[in-house]
């Protein structure tokens, strides 16, 4: 910093800067009142008035704080002439732009006051046009126009008003708006100097000092700054005793060297007694933080109070955010709602947003979204509007946050939003755009919107971006664009994008991955994410990516669960790990993060602790009822899956929430929930109404490859769907999964050649990747593929593999297929009693744990190569007791016969029937009806008999 020499009026002592008293001899144009009480009294000429911040200059003020309007001009067109002199016009407009005690701040207002007075034959035009200048550049009087202000300005100087140099040197100077040029700067900074302006004095000055090679001399910084002191202390001669701020402002700043926290609160203090709320907010926040002043809320507040009472603006929102900061003052939350309320009925939209935010909770208070809504709407009303409350509202109207949902206006109120510049309004946009997809009319595509957020950098908008290319979302799917943008996000900070990259890496490769994973996490976690601190916990206390550390690991415990909005996403990601351990005392851990979480309200939490409750488990008894109260819970508050689940439960609808299971089910599908769209496809009564839900699943983002093959797997058998089908089923098989569940739905779709096409020949690979991921359904169809040697080559070693594998899982087709491939062994081209060996181990297997038609399967097999009639009758008798229908009415009819090692027996053979029968195999229901009509091997009778009868006709029907 450049070294000046001390001016006049300030002197260096003692290494402490101190105010110099001196004696100014200033004309009394505005009179100094010799009596406190007394208004303004002429004096004589020549008064000498000390320059101290000791003195009280309150009584040779102007009182700008006490000027009235001549007229209400919030209702005034801009166009009508006015009774108002045009004197007043331009008094009226720039009360509106500062406000006072009885004007509220209203720059919309002021600048339409100003154009009116700059078109008009006014000799003080051209200062309006300078007034006006800066309005054009701040958004809070309307739409920015840069260009303008420029010309507006100059034409303000041309006409002797340097007003507009002062704002033109600093619009260069800082090069925010236009592009910097310190030569100009330097330029308009004289102009307004040279014409007495002391704030262009200082402002060259610090030009000077923060770029030397301009200064024309080495004592031009301590002449540019006297001359400024010069000319303050004249316009503080006429009562302008605004200038006492920037007395304050000089010693408050190190741009001179004469930075004294002290002194500087001083000054403030002799401006806060001429009334001035400026000084006053500035000094109460210096009272709030100790810059000065030992710190004293109750003199702040005492203060802010004040001024409020007067009718400043400033000062209310001021002394409102003052008690939001610090809630544990008195009634801190009601006194702000109070002051809020006073400058929101003034029509201040800043009041509105801040209670808007009170409303939704940021301060303590319990959340309160109907006045939330309210507020957000009064605050959208202003003439200019703050892009974040456009935002909010479309949030509201996006979630029914307080008022009904509706998709159109929250589209409407993002649009404005993203318009203005809004990025996160933009992101609002695409994500409820892609989340409601056929509920939303959007002409232009929202992945569009979601680029621009991106490219200005904002992380959240990159993330998004990076799961539309990774699935195709709007843009054609490119897996490596996605990656980029994922990247990108994650070196922005985006702490979901930097857990993401981390699990990837850890997934692909355990070793070297693990070091990514622990640096990502550790990255995130620092960042406050209380997911990132879990994972972080476990990685000190498993040494993943780094040394085991216990100590550490409790320290990122202790932080994830600590007090906070977030701390739900920590209890439900460990209730999770807990869950997936299993064992008795993990559940009963989970259950206990569980039920730690409820209080935060978070719907997935409920979801969880009601998936629980519904199941049971080791440790945790089953509990129906509460299940469906936190389902109820979790739906009410727009949880999807809630709402499917109680959809499902079909339960009365004053236990489910007053809605029926179909209002739950629709409500599930509104949310985009794919199970629950098919659902509703699957139980449309007309084929028309099927199809539409069919299409508006095919609408939705389907990233997932679950959904893309179970929307595939619902559409196959729909002839209008089909090249619908064609594009999902090819798009699903370019995103691997070893899901076996998915791989055998999607090869089970592939099997309709007609349907998908070419990529029908990738039937029996997925299916085989299927069975190999372990889903048993797969292994016995791949089983009789290689039976059958059509689709897969005839090979019967790798059949008998599969089926085995498949019965031993205990699946009943499977064990059919065995059993037909030894009973049909001519096709195998293998010899019986080979064919015999290879199916009799996996058979015996599955009889012995517990399968009847195992048992039985062994007993035809044993009656086909005619083999000891005791064996069919001790393998015959072993499914009969395992309650298979078939081996009972097998048995029924030997006893009856007396064959295959069963003595003949009338009683037996009924008994056997009826044992069929009453295990509700309906085969054997006539069966018995007849045996309890004619008496064999039973009494007779006829009313058994005809309740038999009658459910065998049932059955028939």
């Not at 550049?137 to 840069?146: C, F, L």
């Not at 009634?331 to 003034?346: C, G, S, Y």
Request: charged letters at 20%.
């Amino acid at each position: 910093m450049t070294k000046i020499n001390s001016p006049p009026l300030f002197t260096r002592h003692t290494g402490r800067v101190v105010s110099r008293i001196i004696v100014a001899t200033i004309v009394a144009a505005s009179a100094l009142a010799s009596n406190p009480s007394q208004a303004r009294a002429q004096v004589s000429s020549n008064l000498v008035v000390p320059l101290s911040a000791d003195f009280d200059y309150a009584p040779i003020c102007n009182k700008r704080n006490d000027r009235t309007l001549s007229t209400d001009w919030t209702k005034w067109d801009g166009r009508t002439s006015s009774a108002s002199s045009y004197d007043s016009v331009l008094l009226d407009a720039q009360s509106y732009i500062t406000g006072n005690g009885k004007v509220p701040r209203d720059k919309v207002v002021a600048r339409r006051m100003l154009e009116y007075l700059r078109s008009q034959n006014y000799s003080f035009a051209p200062r309006a046009s300078a007034l006006l200048a800066s309005l054009l550049v701040d958004p809070a009087s309307g739409p920015v126009d840069v260009a303008r202000a420029v010309t507006l300005a100059q034409e303000g100087i041309d006409h002797g008003f340097f007003e507009g140099a002062t704002f033109l040197g600093r619009l260069y100077g800082d090069g925010l708006l236009v592009a910097k040029d310190l030569l100009k700067s330097e330029q308009y900074f004289k102009r307004a100097a040279d014409a007495g302006d002391p704030n262009a004095s200082l402002l060259l000055a610090r030009l000077y000092i923060s770029a030397p090679e301009l200064a024309p001399s080495g004592d031009a910084v301590p002449v540019l700054f006297n001359r400024a002191v010069t000319n303050l202390s004249k316009k503080l001669n006429t009562g302008q005793c605004d200038v006492l701020n920037i007395f304050a402002g000089i010693y408050g700043s190190d741009d001179f060297g004469l930075f004294d926290p002290v002194i500087a609160t001083k000054w403030l203090q002799a401006s806060a007694k001429t009334g001035d709320f400026t000084a006053i907010e500035r000094l109460a926040r210096r009272y709030m933080v100790g810059e000065g002043v030992p710190v004293d809320r109750a003199k702040a507040i005492a203060l802010l109070r004040e001024a409020a009472e007067k009718g400043s603006s400033g000062s209310r929102l001021l002394l409102a955010r003052l008690y939001l900061e610090n809630t544990d003052l008195p009634n801190a939350l009601d006194n702000a709602k109070q002051w809020l309320r006073i400058e929101a009925e003034r029509g201040n939209g800043r009041a509105y947003e801040i209670l808007a935010n009170v409303a939704r909770g940021d301060f303590g208070g319990p959340p309160d979204n109907a006045a939330m809504f309210f507020n957000l709407e009064k605050a959208s009303h202003n003439a200019v509007v703050d892009g974040d409350v456009l935002k909010r509202l479309g949030i509201a109207y996006a979630h029914g946050l307080g008022t009904a949902r509706n998709l159109e206006k929250a589209i409407a109120y993002l649009s404005q939003a993203s318009n203005m510049g809004s990025d996160s309004a933009s992101f609002e946009m695409f994500t409820l755009i892609n989340d409601n997809r056929g509920s939303v009319d959007f002409k232009s595509n929202p992945v569009a919107v979601l680029r621009r957020a991106a490219n200005n950098g904002f992380s959240e908008a990159m993330a998004a971006l990076s799961d539309a290319y990774s699935c195709g979302v709007g843009v054609d799917r490119n897996p490596e664009i996605g990656f980029r943008w994922l990247a990108r996000a994650a070196a922005t900070g985006n702490r979901p994008s930097l857990i993401e990259i981390g699990k990837r890496a850890l997934l692909a490769d355990a070793e070297e991955g693990g070091n990514t994973f622990f640096r990502n996490i550790r990255r995130a976690a620092t960042l406050g994410d209380r997911q990132a601190m879990v994972y972080l916990a476990d990685a000190y206390r498993r040494g993943i990516g780094t040394d085991i550390d216990l100590g550490l690991a409790d320290r990122w415990y202790t932080d994830a669960l600590a007090p906070g909005n977030e701390r739900s996403q920590a209890l439900l990601l460990l209730a999770r790990m807990e869950i997936a351990k299993g064992e008795r005392a993990n559940m009963i851990a989970a259950e206990k993060l569980l039920l730690e979480g409820l209080s935060t309200g978070d719907t997935s939490i409920l979801f969880e602790l009601a998936k629980l409750y519904g199941k049971g488990a080791d440790g945790i008894p089953p509990n129906a009822p509460r299940a469906l109260e936190l389902f109820v819970q979790a739906g009410v508050a727009g949880h999807g899956g809630s709402m499917l689940q109680l959809a499902d439960y079909r339960v009365p609808t004053k236990q489910s929430g007053g809605l029926d299971w179909r209002q739950w089910l629709d409500r599930a599908a509104q949310t985009g929930n794919i199970r629950a769209i098919l659902k509703e496809a699957s139980i449309a009564t007309e084929p028309k109404q099927r199809v539409e839900k069919l299409v508006f699943a095919l609408k939705q983002p389907l990233c997932d490859i679950k959904e893309q093959v179970a929307v595939a797997a619902a559409i196959i058998n729909e002839p209008s769907l089909k090249t619908h089908t064609q594009a999902i089923v090819h798009r699903a098989l370019t995103i691997p999964t070893d899901d076996a569940g998915t791989l055998y739905q999607l090869a089970n779709v592939l099997m309709n050649a007609e349907m998908v096409g070419s990529d029908a020949v990738s039937g029996p690979s997925v299916m085989l990747k299927a069975a190999q991921a372990g889903k048993v359904e797969a292994m016995r169809e791949v089983g009789r593929m290689y039976i059958e040697g059509a689709i897969l080559p005839a090979n019967f070693n790798e059949a008998v593999k599969w089926l085995t594998l498949a019965v031993r899982a205990g699946d009943q087709g499977a064990i059919k297929s065995v059993a037909e491939l030894a009973l049909d062994y001519k096709k195998t081209g293998k010899a019986p009693d080979v064919v015999l060996r290879a199916v009799l181990e996996p058979l015996k297997l599955a009889a012995l744990s517990g399968s009847g038609s195992a048992a039985k399967a062994i007993a035809e097999l044993y009656a086909s190569t005619n083999a000891d009639g005791d064996l069919v009758q001790q393998w015959m008798l072993k499914a009969g007791n395992l309650n298979d229908g078939e081996a009972m009415v097998f048995i029924s009819d030997a006893y009856a016969a007396g064959s295959n090692g069963f003595g003949q027996s009338d009683a037996k053979s009924t008994e056997w029937i009826a044992k069929a029968a009453k295990a509700g195999y309906p085969p054997a229901f006539e069966r018995y009806a007849i045996a309890l009509q004619i008496g064999y091997g039973t009494p007779v009778n006829i009313s058994e008999a005809s309740q038999w009868l009658e459910k065998a006709g049932t059955v028939t029907q």
